[in-house]
């Protein structure tokens, strides 16, 4: 069955459109439902604590054996555990995740900020220089959140070549699915041998199960074991599993839904080039609008309009990619925002 705008067209106008959370708008994937219902049943009963069947799983769709996966309540509380097994600094791109300072705080790391190039992208170079004595983790938003913005091989790979081997090099890779740059490496596959590169994933984006909290990372043993050992007993709970091994099962479907996404993403970032100056390039299910000291302006005046969407004071707003239906009612809402703006856009 092939997607059409008037399939997906589902909101009445006076419901809000939720563009803030980088989630996915057409519901849990078929199985998923039933899946927690019947996990549900057994609530009074504790969950496997290794998550063997869906790490076990997981190891057969990346190719890799159970003991390099870890499961964890999301990508980045795994994050998180990876600062805690190695402590020191960590650095990051920034404007990045914005999880990556907090996470690293709380887990006992120094969190050493990289700007971005003027071009919303990772200064690959200047992260590696950035490396020091005391580093003992680096991480690589590919793509990142919130610009969208990816890194290709070449410059990955002279990236990878710079870092140390006793530092760990993170690729967190939530955005995968959603890639369609050919240059844009698969992490795991182009740099999975290496015993210093852990990936970080989830299946709270594509795969729809962003309310159930379920990430996953592949290291390499010796590295997943360090990061096993820190993990709260429990932390990937037996809803979760049952979903995550659900949501598997229907990879077709998620694969038709996201090429969804990626053609409504393509959609608006070309209404958006007459409407705001230099949006970069998405491989996300997201878009970046480098607004500038307007952001909260428009943020507040989409919100007006029913509209919410992200808005980061005084460098841009991130808008999700929903429905055909809602994606429009955004453009629509930014137009009004942009004619009702005080400050005229960054050029």
Not at 188 to 217: F, I, Q
Not at 283 to 296: H, M, T
């Amino acid at each position: 069955m092939h997607t059409t705008r008037a399939d997906l067209a589902s909101d009445a106008p006076a419901t809000t459109v939720r563009l803030a959370g980088n989630e996915m708008p057409f519901g849990p994937l078929p199985g998923v439902v039933e899946a927690i219902a019947g996990a549900a049943a057994d609530a009074h009963r504790y969950p496997d604590p290794a998550s063997v069947g869906l790490r076990e799983a997981l190891a057969r769709r990346c190719g890799v054996t159970a003991d390099r996966i870890v499961t964890g309540c999301g990508s980045a509380a795994l994050f998180a555990h990876l600062v805690a097994s190695v402590g020191g600094e960590v650095v990051h791109s920034w404007r990045s995740f914005e999880a990556y300072p907090m996470l690293a705080a709380a887990a006992g790391g120094t969190s050493v900020p990289v700007p971005v190039t003027p071009e919303h992208r990772h200064d690959l170079p200047a992260m590696a220089a950035a490396i020091g004595p005391r580093t003992r983790l680096v991480v690589v938003c590919n793509p990142d959140n919130p610009t969208g913005t990816a890194s290709g091989r070449a410059e990955l790979d002279r990236f990878v070549a710079r870092v140390p081997s006793d530092v760990l090099v993170v690729v967190d890779e939530a955005y995968r699915e959603f890639v369609t740059d050919p240059d844009v490496p698969d992490a795991l596959a182009a740099y999975g041998d290496r015993p210093n590169v852990v990936v970080l994933r989830t299946l709270s984006k594509a795969w729809g199960l962003a309310g159930l909290r379920l990430g996953y990372l592949i290291a390499h043993p010796e590295v997943a074991a360090a990061v096993g050992k820190v993990v709260i007993p429990f932390s990937t709970n037996a809803v979760a599993q049952a979903a995550g091994l659900a949501a598997l099962d229907a990879e077709v479907e998620m694969a038709r839904r996201v090429a969804v996404v990626v053609a409504e993403r393509e959609r608006v970032a070309g209404e958006l080039a007459d409407l705001v100056p230099d949006v970069p390039p998405s491989q996300g299910n997201f878009l970046w609008l480098p607004v500038g000291e307007a952001a909260e302006h428009v943020g507040r005046a989409c919100a007006a309009e029913g509209v919410l969407v992200r808005a980061y004071a005084g460098e841009g707003v991130r808008m999700t990619i929903g429905t055909p239906a809602q994606n429009d009612r955004f453009l629509a809402a930014l137009r009004h925002a942009l004619r009702t703006g005080r400050r005229p856009l960054p050029a």
